[in-house]
C-alpha cells in the first residue's frame, strides 16, 4: 500500500463483525485454559498475550502500523522516545562497550548518550554530522557497537547524511540507528537509505496533538547479527535469563532484534507504551501524511518571512536554498522535511528573551510537532544542562529560538512573529 493508505489503514484488518478501530485493549492480563497454554508464550514458541507488560493487542497492532510506514521487519512501542533511543542501544551494548554518534542531537538524547550510559561503563564518541568518512572512520574503536544520529537534529536541524553514516558503521560490523522523529516515514525512510534501526518519539509529529507520550523502534531487518557474532553476543549466544534462546537463530534477522528488546529489556525496564496511548497514537497516525504536508508548508513560509528580517541574524531550515543543508535536503527530503524552524536573533540571549515574551499566538512550550505552534529558547529550557562549549558543539546557542510551526494559518503566524520582532 501507499504510505498514505497505511497512515489510515495499516496495522490492524478488523474481520467480519469486529470493531472498524483498533480496540483499547485495556487488560493487564491474559486468561488461558492451561498451564500449558500459558507455557508456550513464555517459552516464544506461540503467538499471543500473557501480561501487557511486554505486549498487548493495540500496543502491537499499531506498532505493525509504525513498521509498514518505515519499511521495517518489526517494531515495538515504549513509553516515551525517550526509551526507545535507550532500548535501541541498550539491546546491543553493554558495559565496556562504544558508541559513535553524531553530536547535534537532541539535548536529553545526549545526557543520555553522554551521561547515564557512560556510568553504565558504555562510552561514546561525538562526531559533527559534516565529518568526512576519514574522520568518521578515525572515531571507531574495536569495542564500537553502534552509530546513532537524528535525520533532523532537535533542535539544530542539521540533516544526516544517512548514507555515509550507513557505510560507516557498515564498514566495522556495526548498525545504524537513526531517530526518524522531525520528518516521520512520510517525509523520510532512513532504512532505504542504509539505516538499520529507526526511533521515534511518537510523543511529535505521529501523534501530533500533544495528547500522549510515546516512543517507538523499528528494526529493518537487514542487519546480519550471525555474520557479526563476536560483536553481539547479547543476540547471538544462549540468553540464560530466558531459556537459554539464542534470538538471532529462533528469530532471524528480521526478528531477533524487536524479540530481545521485548523479552529482555521491556521486561527488566517496563517501560512500556499504555493501551490508550497507543490507541491515541494510531489516530494521530491516521492524519499524518494530511499534516506533515501543512507543517511543512507553514514552516517554509515562517522562514522565508524570518531569513528577509533585519533583526534575525540567521535563520535554519533545511527547505531555505541559502542552508549549508539543502543538497542533503533535497537527496533525503525531497518532499519537505518538518515544521520546526530554528533562528538567531541578532540582540543575542536577552533579544531572545524578548521576543519570546512578546508571542501571542505561539505559546512557549518544552514541545514540538504539535497542531498548535509552541516556540522554546533551548539554551535555557531543554540543553541548560549542557555548558556553553556544548551548546555550541550541539548547534543551540544561547540566541537560538526554535519554532514548531502548528496548523494554523501561515498568515496569522508570520503577523505574531513581526509584532514580537518589533518589540525587540
Given at each position: 500500500m501507499n504510505r498514505d493508505t497505511i497512515c489510515v489503514q495499516g496495522g490492524y484488518t478488523p474481520a467480519n463483525g469486529e470493531p472498524r478501530q483498533i480496540p483499547i485493549i485495556q487488560s493487564t492480563t491474559f486468561k488461558y485454559d492451561t498451564s500449558e497454554d500459558m507455557g508456550k508464550l513464555f517459552d516464544l514458541e506461540a503467538d499471543g498475550y500473557f501480561y501487557s507488560r511486554l505486549q498487548n493487542p493495540t500496543c502491537d497492532a499499531v506498532a505493525r502500523k509504525i513498521a509498514a510506514l518505515e519499511g521495517g521487519a518489526a517494531a515495538m512501542l515504549t513509553s516515551s522516545g525517550q526509551a526507545a533511543n535507550f532500548l535501541a542501544l541498550?539491546?546491543?551494548?553493554?558495559?565496556?562497550?562504544?558508541?559513535?554518534?553524531?553530536s547535534t542531537i537532541y539535548g536529553g538524547t545526549f545526557n543520555l548518550i553522554s551521561v547515564t550510559m557512560a556510568k553504565m561503563g558504555i562510552e561514546v564518541t561525538f562526531v559533527p554530522p559534516t565529518a568526512s568518512e576519514e574522520e568518521l572512520d578515525a572515531a571507531f574503536r574495536p569495542n564500537t557497537k553502534?552509530?546513532?544520529?537524528?535525520?533532523?537534529?532537535?533542535?539544530?536541524?542539521?540533516?544526516?547524511?544517512?548514507?555515509?553514516?550507513?557505510?560507516?558503521?557498515?564498514a566495522h560490523g556495526v548498525p545504524l540507528i537513526v531517530d526518524n522523529t522531525f520528518p516521520t516515514p512520510v517525509n523520510c525512510r532512513p532504512i532505504e537509505w542504509g539505516a538499520d534501526i529507526v526511533t521515534?518519539?511518537?510523543?511529535?509529529?505521529?501523534?501530533?496533538?500533544?495528547?500522549?507520550?510515546?516512543?517507538?523502534?523499528?528494526?529493518?531487518?537487514?542487519?546480519d547479527w550471525m555474520a557479526h557474532a563476536d560483536k553481539f553476543p547479547g543476540l547471538t549466544t544462549p540468553d540464560e535469563s530466558y531459556h537459554g534462546i539464542t534470538?538471532?537463530?529462533?528469530?532471524g534477522q528480521g526478528g531477533a532484534f524487536i524479540t530481545k528488546a521485548t523479552a529482555q529489556l521491556m521486561r527488566d525496564f517496563g517501560c512500556c507504551q499504555s493501551p490508550q496511548s497507543a490507541f491515541l497514537?494510531?489516530?494521530?497516525?491516521?492524519?499524518?501524511?494530511?499534516?506533515?504536508?501543512?507543517?511543512?508548508?507553514?514552516?517554509?513560509?515562517?522562514?522565508?518571512?524570518l531569513e528577509s528580517h533585519p533583526k534575525v541574524a540567521y535563520v535554519d531550515y533545511c527547505g531555505l536554498?541559502?542552508?549549508?543543508?539543502?543538497?542533503?535536503?533535497e537527496k533525503y527530503l525531497p518532499n519537505g522535511s518538518c515544521g520546526v524552524v530554528s533562528f538567531g536573533l541578532a540582540g543575542g540571549r536577552e533579544a531572545a528573551s524578548t521576543f519570546m515574551k512578546s508571542l501571542r499566538l505561539a505559546a512557549i512550550e518544552t514541545h514540538v510537532a504539535d497542531a498548535r505552534t509552541c516556540c522554546l529558547n533551548p539554551a535555557s529550557s531543554t540543553h541548560r544542562q549542557m555548558n556553553d562549549e556544548q551548546l555550541k558543539a550541539a548547534g543551540v546557542p544561547a540566541e537560538l529560538v526554535r519554532m514548531s510551526c502548528g496548523l494554523e494559518a501561515s498568515a496569522d503566524l508570520i503577523a505574531d512573529i513581526a509584532q514580537a520582532l518589533d518589540k525587540v
Open positions: 541498550f539491546n546491543i551494548c553493554q558495559c565496556g562497550d562504544h558508541i559513535v554518534s553524531s553502534a552509530v546513532f544520529g537524528e535525520t533532523i537534529a532537535n533542535p539544530a536541524l542539521t540533516v544526516l547524511d544517512i548514507e555515509k553514516f550507513a557505510r560507516a558503521a557498515h521515534h518519539s511518537t510523543t511529535k509529529y505521529m501523534d501530533g496533538h500533544g495528547a500522549a507520550v510515546g516512543g517507538a523502534i523499528v528494526d529493518s531487518g537487514n542487519f534470538y538471532a537463530e529462533r528469530f497514537l494510531n489516530l494521530g497516525l491516521e492524519s499524518l501524511h494530511v499534516r506533515m504536508a501543512r507543517h511543512c508548508e507553514n514552516a517554509m513560509a515562517v522562514a522565508t518571512f536554498a541559502s542552508s549549508p543543508y539543502h543538497a542533503l535536503a
